[in-house]
């Protein structure tokens, strides 16, 4: 048997950083891609700390003029991954590290400039008046990133309905990102944003926002919460039927960060509350069980007969 060749030390420091970095600032993510080989770690990882940077810049304090020239040399970044410019002599880990994943998977590096495209609408302040609209976003900023990590996953050769993994990789980036959305809502509205539907928010009058520790005054505020859970249950009973089309290591680690995700849905759902109130998140021994469910193949197999509990 051939081994691959070692990277070269510059790499390997590289792809530490990325890892270091994945495990401080996603630590949802992090439990995931654990369960991944280490090339697939190290890729994961990579993915990550680009989108970061990226995510960082959106977030940061710069005047928009600013962010758009930082963005600007994101995606100058990109074009010398894709024509093979990043040497190991590069002092910019993330470049090296990202540049390694993409000569080793087969990486839809335009879903990065996608992922740029979403963070670009967050910067220009756009609002989003239908679920249509808010979906083009999410599928910019998440979706991307699920057929970034099916570029790292691959399919397992031969399995029936191979051909839709990359929509269902998709489907399964809405999901997420709507949780995220729902969990992160009265920072983001601190922070002047404001993501879901506007049409949805008249509709349950709460239009006013949500920078208080208490729901709308006069508004269903639960009634819109539990519109917005059933939308991502059902976004994640679709995306987990990408599940049965992974290998065993690749279908953990999705089953992992999906699981944890979808139990958060299931903590606002009990408690619409709780979002205004602080950060939702899961204790750590129930995202061990979630990463033993994935490993087990027990989510694989419910997804397989389309359930999702």
């Known amino acids: 048997m051939t081994r691959s060749p070692r990277p070269a030390p510059a790499v390997i420091a590289a792809h530490r950083y990325c890892e270091t970095v994945t495990a401080l600032e ?14 697939g770690r190290h890729a994961m990882s ?12 959106g977030d940061g304090p710069l005047p928009p003029e600013a962010k758009e020239a930082r963005l600007k040399e994101c995606r100058i970044l990109l074009e010398r991954i894709r024509a093979g410019e990043i040497t190991e002599d590069c002092t910019d880990p993330v470049a090296l590290a990202l540049a390694d994943a993409v000569r080793t998977f087969p990486i839809p590096v335009d879903a990065l400039d996608e992922l740029i495209d979403g963070v670009l609408m967050d910067v220009h302040g756009r609002r989003y008046h ?45 999901a997420l990102q709507l949780t995220n959305i729902l969990r992160d809502l009265r920072e983001d509205a601190r922070n002047g944003r404001s993501y879901l539907p506007a049409e949805e928010l ?18 269903d505020f639960t009634g819109l919460m539990r519109f917005q859970v059933r939308r991502a249950r059902e976004l994640f009973a679709d995306g ?59 989510d694989t197999r419910r997804a397989a007969r389309g359930c999702t509990a």
């Open 202 to 219: 008249r509709r349950f009058g709460c239009q006013e926002g949500f920078r208080a520790a208490v729901p709308p005054a006069g508004g």
């Open 46 to 57: 990579a993915l990550y700390a680009f989108s970061r940077r990226v995510d960082d810049i």
């Open 130 to 174: 239908t679920w249509d609209d808010l979906r083009d976003y999410c599928r910019c900023v998440a979706g991307a990133v699920g057929r970034l990590s099916l570029g790292v996953f691959g399919t397992v050769p031969g399995v029936p309905d191979a051909d839709r993994a990359v929509q269902r990789a998709n489907t399964l980036g809405l």
């Open 240 to 298: 987990l039927r990408l599940l049965p089309l992974l290998d065993r290591r690749s279908g953990a680690c999705v089953a992992a960060m999906a699981g944890i995700y979808h139990r958060l849905l299931d903590h606002i759902a009990a408690d619409p509350a709780a979002v205004l109130r602080g950060r939702v998140s899961l204790p750590p021994a129930q995202k061990a069980l979630v990463a033993v469910r994935g490993l087990t193949g027990l």
């Open 26 to 39: 996603a630590r949802n993510f992090s439990y995931g891609i654990r369960l991944l080989p280490g090339p």
